[in-house]
């Protein structure tokens, strides 16, 4: 991500690359979105109104954590921008804090559940 981030959380890594994740993050984001069921759950960790939510990349995203041949750490990011593309303007000038803490809702709640449904060893527990 080019955007401004937020450290949310870092896992060990498990069965998938940071790059199987961000893609399988960005395809359970397609599907919730497309769901009134799933833009409830999204808008619930959010805290805002279904129908503020906007059809935008998801606002999650997986980086590997320092560098190596094999670097285990994953850095669980959220961003600023994405967040602000998907939500009503007004939210756009929520405290950093805030964000924070609602895209770590986003991840634990809805993203990290989804993930380990289809591959439970897709990624360990947080660090």
Same mark, same amino acid.
């Given at each position: 991500?080019?955007? @401004? =981030?937020?450290?949310?959380? #870092?896992? =060990?890594?498990? *069965?998938?690359? @940071? #790059?199987? /994740?961000?893609?399988?993050?960005? #395809? $359970?984001?397609?599907?919730?979105?497309? *769901?009134?069921?799933?833009?409830?759950?999204?808008?619930?960790? +959010? #805290?805002?109104?279904?129908?503020? /939510?906007?059809?935008?990349?998801? @606002?999650?995203? !997986?980086?590997?954590?320092? *560098?190596?041949?094999?670097? =285990?750490?994953?850095? $669980?990011?959220?961003?600023?921008? +994405? +967040?602000?593309?998907?939500?009503?303007?007004?939210?756009?000038?929520?405290?950093?804090? !805030? !964000?924070?803490?609602?895209?770590?809702? /986003?991840?634990?709640?809805?993203?990290?559940?989804? $993930?380990?449904?289809?591959?439970?060893?897709?990624?360990?527990?947080?660090?």
């Amino acid at each position: 991500m080019s955007e @401004p =981030t937020i450290e949310l959380a #870092e896992h =060990t890594r498990g *069965s998938l690359t @940071p #790059e199987q /994740l961000n893609q399988r993050i960005a #395809e $359970i984001w397609h599907e919730k979105i497309g *769901s009134e069921a799933g833009r409830g759950e999204i808008s619930e960790a +959010l #805290e805002l109104r279904p129908d503020d /939510l906007r059809n935008a990349p998801a @606002p999650i995203s !997986v980086e590997t954590a320092g *560098s190596g041949f094999a670097p =285990t750490v994953l850095i $669980i990011l959220g961003s600023h921008l +994405l +967040l602000s593309e998907i939500v009503i303007p007004a939210a756009k000038d929520a405290l950093k804090d !805030v !964000v924070k803490e609602r895209l770590v809702r /986003l991840w634990k709640q809805v993203l990290l559940p989804a $993930i380990r449904r289809e591959d439970e060893n897709a990624i360990d527990e947080a660090k």
